[in-house]
């Protein structure tokens, strides 16, 4: 399994370069400006990172938390009530990361692809639509509910499949009440060995108790992560099919 912050430099987007590109990714309250799919954000002119573009879908139990996840990632404001969502939703945001090796800031495109699991019953056209071209599975559980993480190897044996070369993320959510969990910091080790799947805790609510903002990962750690897996992923697909142009930019 990958090492966190082997590839990306966890903490760049802290220094000046990375806060001035963020930045002008943000309002002035901090949060994250939103962009159309068909928008672009416009960087200070001295920086020039390469732009990168994923689809990332969110499979999991209603109600563990996949669209508080995405808005969370996003920096949309989360939902002020629980609802089911009706059909597919799409978020995304950029995010800047300086890639290690070779010493160059990418600009993540992260576009975030959920539905209600109703709806995906319903319309045949739903799973299809959000397994298109994905380059990675966010296997979302809660916490606080432990059929929702038990349900995970069974979601992860329908939707993919041996060298298929889409990344895979397990997201636990509700870290805030993880002092009330039934699923163990061993379940979760067991888990990452068994299936090579990372597991990232994740805390959407910044005003629950429990774990202390000391020992909670920052959503922006969370992000980068993601990319560091994504970055992961086309470096394997490089190595595959050397000669493709998109692999040939990703290096140089
Ligand atoms: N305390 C806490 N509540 C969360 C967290 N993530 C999501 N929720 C709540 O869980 C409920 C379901 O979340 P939602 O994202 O709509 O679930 P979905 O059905 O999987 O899309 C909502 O009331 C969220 O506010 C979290 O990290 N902590
Ligand atoms: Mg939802």
Not at 52 to 64: A, D, P, S
Not at 152 to 163: F, G
Not at 224 to 241: F, H, I
Request: charged share 20%.
């Amino acid at each position: 399994m990958l090492k966190p912050g082997s590839l990306l430099d966890l903490k760049w987007y802290q220094s000046p370069a990375g806060m001035e590109i963020i930045s002008s990714l943000q309002r002035e309250d901090m949060s994250h400006k939103t962009f159309g799919l068909l928008e672009h954000p416009s960087l200070p002119s001295i920086v020039t990172a390469e732009e990168v573009q994923y689809k990332i879908m969110l499979v999991g139990k209603n109600g563990v938390g996949k669209t508080a996840t995405a808005t969370n990632l996003t920096g949309y404001s989360p939902m002020e009530n629980y609802y089911e969502t009706p059909g597919i939703q799409v978020w995304q945001t950029y995010w800047p990361a300086r890639i290690r090796q070779l010493n160059k800031v990418v600009l993540f495109n992260l576009r975030f692809w959920e539905s209600g699991a109703t709806a995906t019953r319903k319309f045949d056209h739903i799973l299809p639509s959000l397994k298109e071209n994905v380059d990675c599975i966010l296997f979302v559980f809660s916490l606080l509910d432990k059929s929702s993480f038990d349900e995970l190897p069974q979601m992860i044996s329908r939707l993919t499949e041996p060298n298929d070369n889409v990344c895979k993320i397990a997201i636990g959510t509700k870290f805030d009440q993880f002092d009330q969990s039934e699923i163990t910091q061993s379940d979760i080790q067991i888990f990452e060995q068994q299936y090579d799947i990372p597991v990232f805790k994740l805390q959407n609510l910044s005003d629950g108790a429990g774990q202390g903002a000391e020992s909670t990962p920052r959503c922006d750690t969370i992000r980068t992560l993601v990319c560091e897996q994504l970055w992961a992923k086309d470096l394997k697909s490089v190595n595959r099919t050397v000669t493709t142009k998109t692999s040939q930019e990703i290096v140089f």
